[in-house]
């Protein structure tokens, strides 16, 4: 049985323009031990399909209306708010994106670190402190009894990403579900991160599902993948299809702007022409139609629906075939 296990998962916001739907019936899967990885653009739904699964949506506008999410075989949106409480922390962790907006400025690392542990844990005061301790030193934070005292503007961006890491990880949940985990932090600080959620992955056998733009990262820690383009799935496959068969006209335009060591020097790279569309603002048919170098007239005419097309590979295109 699947770890985790998203059906028809459907997500809506109410705005001042109107009612958007930020995630549109998406799909996937994850076994235990093992790292999804989704990918897209800016504004795919890759973060909001996060904050789905945690059921952490700003209330009320964002509500989850149609769709399943199953952890362990529990129904998380039935889950009552005490019930999904229990559940944050303890078995499901998560990272967010911007460490700075996840930390408490005004509390020091060592209260916002024990309250996890004191939550989710029958321990005393001290004895969380000594856990919180235990679990910055497992995250690479030099001198962290010191760093314990120490407020989130007194770290680097690198060390504040550790602490929020560990923080998901001071409870050793079942599944981590990483936002952007490297996101404003240079290339050496990048793989440090990486490295880190690796190994503590294989020390505690979680899965993860790791949410990020860069390719290089899905290819460096995932075993399958998700492509996300405006709100929906439109190709899945393990990671070794992906990079070896994208079937996908965006998956394929996504690998075609990544540099390799024969791109020639100060060659202009491949872009994708245009922008993701607005969610008020779809284009009919095929919602990548306008920016698809394949589009013909059934492409807006016609939503194609997700197709298998090998055992562990589906993909949402008309002309997947011919390209």
């Known amino acids: 049985m699947s770890l985790l296990q998203i059906n028809n998962l459907t997500t809506e916001f109410d705005t001042d323009e109107g009612r958007v739907r930020a995630v549109d ?11 999804l990885g989704i990918v897209g653009e800016s504004g795919c739904g890759k973060s909001v399909t996060a904050l789905s699964i945690m059921r952490l949506l700003p209330q009320p506008m964002g509500q989850i209306v149609a769709g399943s999410v199953q952890f362990q075989g529990s129904e998380l949106t039935q889950l009552s708010i ?37 939550l989710h844990k029958s321990l005393t005061a001290q004895d969380a402190t000594r856990a919180g ?8 934070i030099p001198s962290p009894d010191i760093r314990m005292g120490e407020y989130p503007h007194q770290l680097s961006g690198g ?14 949940p079942e599944l981590l579900i990483a936002d952007e985990p490297t ?26 599902v790791m949410i990020t733009h860069d390719l290089g990262v899905i290819a460096e820690t995932c075993d399958d993948v998700v492509v996300m383009y405006a709100g929906k799935v439109v190709e899945q496959a393990n990671v070794f299809e992906i ?41 009919k048919g095929c919602r990548f139609q306008n920016r698809c170098p394949f589009s013909e007239a059934k492409c807006s005419a016609e939503s194609p629906k997700i197709e298998q097309i090998s055992d562990s590979h589906r993909v949402r295109c008309h002309r997947w075939r011919e390209i």
């Open 25 to 35: 019936d998406v799909s996937f899967s994850t076994e235990t031990g093992r790292t």
């Open 133 to 140: 301790i235990d679990i910055l030193d497992r995250v690479g």
């Open 82 to 118: 005490e019930e999904m409480e229990k559940v944050r922390g303890a078995r499901i962790g998560m990272v967010f994106q911007e460490p700075m907006t996840a930390l408490n400025p005004v509390h020091t690392i060592g209260r916002q670190l024990t309250e996890v542990l004191l």
């Open 243 to 283: 990079f070896e068969r994208p079937s996908h006209p965006y998956t394929q335009g996504l690998m075609a702007s990544i540099p390799t060591l024969a791109t020639p020097p100060k060659s202009r790279l491949s872009v994708i022409e245009g922008i993701v569309p607005g969610l008020l603002d779809l284009p």
């Open 183 to 208: 996101t404003a932090l240079d290339v050496t600080i990048q793989a440090q991160i990486l490295e880190l959620i690796s190994e503590l992955q294989k020390d505690i056998g979680m899965s993860v």
């Open 159 to 172: 060390m504040r990403q550790r602490v929020v890491i560990a923080m998901a990880l001071a409870c050793e």
